[in-house]
């Protein structure tokens, strides 16, 4: 495997770790997938559940300060943390999204680009994420509803601590990993950053969500 490149990292201890998420929780799942916050569901929050999740938005960002990312932008207002998430020589766009029962970590990993690619091509590239997300444990690959985008993601139910969140969170790196070794050299697919830097501070408008 590759080596991810390391985060300037703060200095903490053990005894920092923050509360688990929702540890109230009945640990109840929902039983289809959370979309992510837009305005439309903004519409239908209680007071209540908009500030549960800014505290666990507040949390989440803790526990990534922890694992040693500095390098992130936090969008209140959209519950969205966007990150330069770093793997060898390319950086992807990455972003963490609260939901009301989900913390959902999605990386676009690979631009497909429109008119790039033929219809077998396409074809290649679907069955071979989709054989991806049968070896692969913990973390599947999807594709945006637009088609611009093959993603790498990992969900993690709000009643997490912080030991399953680390790990859902560096699963990204396997997927990325096998992307890069198993999938793209077979299909001859030029593999390359999907953010660069100064995007992060941009607006997260962008984002397939």
């Known amino acids: 495997m590759g080596k991810k490149k390391n985060p300037t990292k703060k200095k903490t201890s053990e005894n920092d770790y923050p509360k688990s998420i929702d540890e109230d929780s009945d640990e109840k799942i929902a039983p289809y997938p959370a979309k992510a916050l837009d305005e439309n569901l903004q519409k239908i929050l209680t007071k209540e559940e908009r500030e549960k999740m800014e505290e666990n938005l ?8 922890i694992i040693g990312i500095v390098d992130m932008r936090v969008d209140v207002e959209k519950l969205i943390i966007t990150i330069p998430f770093e793997y060898e020589e390319f950086t992807f766009l ?7 029962e989900w913390i959902l ?3 676009s990993i690979y631009e497909i ?10 074809l290649n590239l679907f069955s071979e994420i989709l054989k991806g997300n049968f070896l692969l444990n913990s973390v599947v690959y999807s594709l945006d509803p ?12 709000c009643s ?12 990204i790196i ?4 096998y992307f890069m070794k198993n999938i793209s050299p077979k299909l001859q697919m030029r593999l390359k ?3 660069e830097k100064k995007e992060v501070s941009r607006s997260t408008s962008h984002l397939y969500i």
């Open 58 to 65: 507040f949390i989440v960002e803790k526990y990534l300060e």
């Open 193 to 195: 950053s999907t953010i």
């Open 174 to 177: 396997f997927a990325i990993d």
């Open 160 to 171: 997490s601590d912080f030991e399953s969140f680390k790990l859902s969170y560096f699963s």
């Open 94 to 100: 990455s972003h963490v999204v609260i939901s009301t």
């Open 146 to 157: 637009e088609n611009k985008s093959v993603w790498a993601q990992a969900d993690v139910p």
């Open 105 to 107: 970590i999605k990386t």
């Open 113 to 122: 680009g429109s008119g790039k690619l033929s219809q077998t091509a396409l």
